[in-house]
């Protein structure tokens, strides 16, 4: 299993500033996921981030928009940049443990609400 | 294209009672992985039970167990003696053994007292 401290929990940011959302791990992980959850909708895949490469993003998605960074196999973090009423969600970071059974362990997730 | 579909977008259920939550995917692939997840108030998506798709016998977590029909698409979640704190979405999910999981739109579960 994996423990996942994100932060911060939630956030209310003004439009057109960027918020840098942390995930922390408890264990060496290769794969990190970035999540969107919009509000009352499922879960959207934004990019996965390995260490010591850049992340992949998923189509409608872009580096300029969502920067993440992995400097280590512990950590990540996702900016939402230049930030509009319409990136209000929650984004969640996940963990892929790499046992090969392919669950996904997930962090606490941030609020962040855009006016 | 790989899909997850959960028809029932909410659902209540008396506490101690069964309860049934479906979910169909469709996927060319033979071998993949399907989850529950539960997503309480607080935001923590946590994972309920799996299933390998390999493997015909349905796989049961304590009181949550599943009935994986592979030819059907099909992929439900049976919730025995339901309780408060099962109140929830829940989110039926696949993985192809890649790195990606998609899961679908979620069922709203409301347990009552």
């Known amino acids: 299993s994996a423990v996942i401290s994100q932060k911060p929990s939630r956030d209310i940011c003004q439009r057109g500033t960027s918020l840098t959302i942390q995930c922390q791990v408890d264990s060496q992980v290769t794969m990190m996921f970035w999540y969107r959850q919009q509000p009352g909708q499922s879960l959207t895949l934004i990019a996965t981030a390995n260490q010591g490469s850049e992340a992949t993003y998923e189509s409608g998605f872009v580096i300029d928009k969502f920067p993440i960074s992995r400097p280590n196999l512990t950590f990540s973090t996702l900016t939402v940049s230049n930030m509009s009423p319409e990136d209000s969600s929650i984004y969640l970071c996940s963990v892929d443990t790499g046992t090969g059974d392919e669950k996904l362990f997930f962090g606490s997730g941030t609020q962040l609400s855009v006016l | 294209a790989q899909t997850v579909t959960q028809s029932q977008p909410e659902m209540s259920v008396q506490e101690a009672e069964t309860v049934t939550l479906s979910c169909t995917y469709d996927?060319?692939?033979?071998?993949?992985?399907l989850f529950w997840y539960k997503q309480p108030p607080s935001r923590q998506m946590i994972l309920v039970i799996r299933q390998e798709a390999y493997k015909q016998q349905n796989a049961t977590e304590n009181r949550f167990s599943v009935n994986f029909q592979k030819a059907a698409k099909s992929f439900s979640l049976k919730i025995s003696d339901s309780q408060l704190g099962d109140t929830a979405m829940y989110f039926c999910a696949f993985n192809t053994g890649g790195f990606k999981t998609i899961f679908g739109a979620g069922t709203r579960l409301f347990v009552k007292a």
């Open positions: 996927t060319s692939e033979n071998n993949y992985y």
